[in-house]
């Protein structure tokens, strides 16, 4: 093989629906019709109608067998050239940002010159589905070739199995949710409450003054007559916060909130990733160089914290570019639950956990919290699962060219027990 020097991903920019709580703006809306919207959207932006895209790599977590191929369907709605193809792929909250890490390795060394990182999710149209045994009896009813082979397949049928298996985003292998989950690794971290409620009360400030500023203007696309996230809860403040009930441990050593923790959302986003080359070609500035992206895992089944998989992640990619956590001046910690974010800035602290855990000779540090998440973040916005990295990517790719210079980073935690994380840096 010819040896290629690899080439710098450019991060040209990305725009999303605004997102919306579950059940609510979108609750007619699917998965296909948002990512479509989003696609559509991002094409307008940046002139690309008629144009040929190398790739268009998206996907759902909450999906239908019927979206098999989504991001083709989503493709082929939109007018970008039919030549463009779609790729259906997922991995949980990391989708749109593992999207773009598959894209970003392409285009460096050079099989591609330009590709659309992309995600969209719904529960509000989640699929739900018959037990087992009776989807067995339906399909053997669908093979028969007369009306009594077709009867038979119900011969001896229960009532029970007419019961649907209601959607679940619980993990398989304990049987507890993200939020369950979340709880167990507040009280190993000895998170308070009261922290919590601040960091998501900072959040949904950051997130209004961002909206009444104008920043979000040319990152939102209009989706069924919406055109602002409509859960940002400007009016809120901690003595409203301190209020609610516990939501995933009633007890009085519970602290996960329905405020403190992403509610369930609907919404698309979509990023565009090029060549240097391509862009020029194009006339399109870049407004961030996508430098390096990790996924990770850790043990959950066994013990480990859920959504601590980040950590691992940041450690390696600090390691292999030989930097330090405080070299960053900007940081977007996804925030699936104030609880998870506060348990990551706390483990970097934690010298043992930095030895044993991440491999590192002494405790990372801390973080100037003034440069983390100052757009606020998921517990503002929401968070539909598929389309929360495109939001941060693009979100962080545009702070940086308005700041001019520096780095950032992205760190995002996900079902299983994987995280993801990327660094960017200022194009300017």
């Given at each position: 093989m010819v040896e290629k020097t690899l080439r710098r991903v450019a991060v040209i920019g990305g725009v999303r629906t605004p997102f919306c709580r579950s059940h609510t703006m979108y609750a007619d809306l699917t998965n296909l019709e948002m990512l479509t919207t989003v696609l559509q959207g991002l094409s307008d932006r940046f002139a690309l109608n008629g144009k040929h895209i190398d790739e268009v790599v998206a996907g759902a977590v909450v999906t239908h067998a019927k979206d098999w191929n989504l991001a083709r369907e989503a493709v082929v709605g939109t007018r970008l050239a039919p030549s463009t193809p779609g790729i259906t792929m997922m991995q949980a909250c990391g989708t749109?940002?593992?999207?773009?890490?598959?894209?970003?390795a392409k285009i460096a060394s050079g099989q591609i010159e330009c590709g659309i990182a992309a995600g969209s999710?719904?529960?509000s149209d989640a699929a739900i589905v018959f037990q087992r045994k009776f989807a067995q009896r339906l399909v053997a009813a669908s093979?028969?070739?007369?009306?009594?082979?077709?009867?038979r397949a119900f011969k001896g049928m229960k009532l029970r199995e007419l019961g649907p298996d209601a959607p679940s985003t619980g993990e398989p292998r304990t049987r507890l949710s993200m939020g369950q989950h979340c709880e167990l690794m507040a009280k190993e971290w000895s998170i308070e409450r009261t922290a919590q409620d601040e960091l998501a009360y900072n959040s949904h400030m950051n997130a209004s003054k961002a909206f009444d500023e104008g920043f979000h203007d040319d990152l939102l696309v209009p989706c069924a007559g919406v055109y602002r996230d409509?859960?940002?809860r400007s009016d809120t403040t901690l003595e409203k916060l301190a209020e609610l009930?516990?939501?995933f441990d009633r007890s009085s050593k519970g602290t996960l909130t329905a405020a403190n923790s992403t509610p369930l959302t609907d919404g698309a986003s979509a990023t565009l990733l090029a060549s240097e080359e391509w862009a020029k070609k194009h006339n399109l500035p870049v407004l961030a160089w996508l430098v390096d992206?990790?996924?990770?895992?850790?043990d959950f089944v066994a013990g480990d914290g859920l959504l601590m998989a980040p950590?691992?992640?940041?450690?390696?990619?600090l390691k292999r570019n030989d930097m330090a956590l405080q070299d960053f001046d900007l940081y977007e910690i996804h925030e699936a639950f104030a609880a998870q974010v506060l348990c990551t800035l706390k483990s970097f602290e934690d010298a043992d956990y930095c030895k044993n855990v991440l491999g590192a000779d002494k405790a990372l540090g801390s973080i100037d919290l003034t440069k983390m998440n100052v757009k606020g973040s998921s517990l503002a916005y929401g968070h539909p699962f598929a389309a929360t990295g495109g939001r941060i990517l693009s979100l962080l790719a545009k702070q940086l060219h308005e700041k001019g210079s520096g780095k950032g980073l992205i760190s995002i935690c996900t079902a299983g027990g994987m995280g993801v994380a990327a660094i960017l840096e200022s194009a300017k």
């Open positions: 749109s940002l593992q999207a773009a890490m598959g894209i970003g999710d719904t529960t093979r028969g070739r007369s009306f009594m082979q077709k009867l409509n859960n940002i009930r516990t939501a992206a990790q996924t990770s895992a850790v950590t691992v992640a940041i450690a390696n990619l």
